[in-house]
Each structure stands twice: as structure tokens, then as C-alpha cells.
DNA sequence: CCCGGAGCTGAATCGCACC
DNA sequence: TGGTGCGATTCAGCTCCGG
């Protein structure tokens, strides 16, 4: 929160972010369980570091999204984009906190993960959702017509360095909605996902990350890609 | 409200309905226009006949909802599962009356409609939602497991009934977490799509509706379906 | 019967003119 | 000034028709 208090007003053209969902498990004892425990089955524990930030009650988690997402905001040119992930559960809280921290909410963009997990007698749980907000009126940097559904594997557990890491083409396609050269924010930054996308895509990227092992792992991976200067 | 109320207790199987959205519009003028008119390009209106409910504000819509969501509740059987359409911008709004109506809210299913209107710049708004409830921990009625993503062509305007009638193939798939000969209760019928998939797939239905236009579009619709006696 | 191209539509949205 | 109403606009996919 302290970076982004000190990035300047007005001077980022798009949020695009995966905040912590602290959204596992119905009681409270679950949800205070760490991440890697809560999001994993038992076997495949303590391969990923813990992520902070991940858990809190309801009430104060739409209090703590509210806060940054008004940094966020500020920090946004008016007519930027903000792209924000979140799971089933937790997106009616989550676009509470958008509107709340002043952003114009537009629109559900839904990540169909063909690999999802399937239970029996039930419909999958198979997506992940987008929230797209603007800051006031949408300046449009493109003239084409974005899709609202985007298909797109999850990235197979041997190849992630984050728990919850995001495919890179998936973030490719949401970049379209920016313009390119544009400056991207993302408040938390994981193992830089949504950087490596930035730079392949010709965006600048200017990430934030709390945990200092992630921070590092973050580093290494954008070292091995090519053009790139710290 | 009064056909709900007179409905016995735990009588119903399964709950499957698309309610007003009450969505067209960000001003107080748009949303008290009559959905022909809000949600039809202007060269289009007049087809079809107005629907009720479908002016409220926000506030008064979540009430309404709670109120008729806790009365599906009652005459539902414990386990039994309710699943309600929404677009993006109610969904936060039809989650809370969904859970304030004392149903369990387990899932977002999305279906996936392949001939949105595109918007240039924009991600497109192509999807509905339909919000997963159960009374309890719910009864499995299949060992099958059912998908998250239904991509369903919306009814062609010229084979409508009604302004927003769903495509007979979505409701079929949806029904596939009932078990068969059960019961459905629609208390928003419209033109009897949720019927007609009910009587196709061998569940037995129960349905209201306000609109005596629709109810007796509804009953048209219905005679001409072989296997059925009022 | 299959294929290809033309035509049309959409649980909208935006912006401007007008009270 | 602010709220309201009307008309122009978007293109992928579906329908439909003719070859």
C-alpha cells in the first residue's frame, strides 16, 4: 500500500490484477488456514510459498480491496481500465469494493478453465470471472470487438511458480482492451504473470508484490526474458 | 406472491426461473420504461407484449426478490436446488436475495450466448448467469458430472414468444441436476419454456405466471405438446 | 444435399438535442 | 444545469435462400 500511495496521480494507463480471493472454505477456522494448505489437496502441500493477504473475514477483505482499489483509481488516467480476477464467491463483494473505491463497473468478462475440477451430481465450478471497471468514461484504444468469454487452460501445476498463477496468453487477451505502449499496474504483482504478458505485448508494467520470496521468484523469471532492463 | 403462498410446504423438487432482470438503464426514466421499449432496438419494438416487475429500483427489486425467493424456499423440499437467471449488472443484487431468502448459494453456471450485440472497444456482454441455490446440503440426483459453460443460441427473434425467452436446449441442461418425474416450480413462466423442457425431459411442472397475455400464450404453447393434460 | 454469401438481429450503449 | 428521450452505431453468428 505504501508503494502505491507513492505512485503519482493520473500516471497509469490500465489495472490488471489477481488479488488474494480469501475465499476457500465456508467457516472461519478454513479461511485462516494459509493458502497453500486451504487451495491445495494434502498431497500436493508445501510446494508454493504462502501469499499474505489471504486471510481475512468478508467485511474487512471488501474494507482492505476498497482501500487499494482507491489507490488504484487515483493513480489511473481518466478513461483507464481496471481488470481485476476473482472467483464465484467472492464477486458480488468484489464488485462492492470496485464501485466503492470510485471505479464505473462495466462488465463480467468470464475465464472458462476447461480443466477444472469436476463434481459429481453438481455443475462444475469451471470459471473464474473479470471484473472490468473505468474511470469515468471509457477511452476506447481499439476499434475491435473484445470477446466476453475467453477459454483458456490453467497452467499445469509443473510449470507454475505461483499457486494461483494465470495463463500468460489468457493475460495477452485481456491486454487488447489497452492501448499499446501503455503504462500497466498490477498491485500484486505473484511471480509476474501479468509483466511477462506487458512486455511480450509491448506494454510497460509496473508491479507491486508483498512477499519477498515471490518478489525474488518474480525477478529471476523477468531476468530470462529478453528485452528487458530493471 | 398469492399462488406461491398457497403452494404446500417442501412440495416442489427443484426451483428453475428467470425473473425480471430490472437492469435496462442507468436513470430513474430508462429503468420506468416497459422492457419492449428498454431492451429492443428501436426498429424491433412493439412484438411482443410487456412483462410486470421489471421497473423497480434497485433497492425495492432486492426486497421484492427476497420476498418471492423465501417463499420458493418454503414449498421446496430439503435438498431440493434452486437455479435463477440474472444478467451481470443484478448479480450481486440476486445473490444476496438468493442467500436472503435462506437458500445456500453454491455456483455461478454462464451461459454463454454466441450472437451478442459487440460494442467497438469493449470486451462484449455476452453472457447470462444463473445462480445455483440449494435448501441444505443438496440431494445428488445423478452420479453424472454436469458442465459450468452452457454455449446456447439465443431463440431467433422471429420464433419468440416472448421478449426474453430462453432457448428450450439450456433449460434441458440445466434440468439434468433434477432427478427425473420430479417436480419444478417456475413462479415467473413467461411463455412456458421452463414447461415445455420439464414435460420433454419427463419432470412434472408447476408454473405462474402475472401476465394474462403470457398466460395465454403459455396455454397455447402448451396444448400443441402431445403427452399433456391441464 | 451441400455450400456460400447476403441479410438481419441483439435482456445495448453512447452522445447529443431538447425541455 | 440537470435529467430525459431519441437516433445512430457495432459485427459475429445465425437464418435463409439460391446455385
Redesign the pocket.
Known sequence: MAHLKALDECSIDAVLTDPPYSSGGLTIGQRQQAPSKKYQSSDAQKKFADFPGDNRDQRSFITWATLWLAEAYRVTKPGGVCMMFTDWRQLPAMTDALQAGGWLWRNIVVWDKPTARPSRGEFKRQCEFVLIGSKG??TPAT???LPGVYRRSIVASSKRLHLTEKPVPLLHDLLQITPEGCTVLDPFAGSATTAQACLETGRRFIGIELSQTYFETACTRLKTLANWTL
Chains 1, 2 share one sequence.
Open positions: 468514461k471509457l476499434d475491435r470487438c
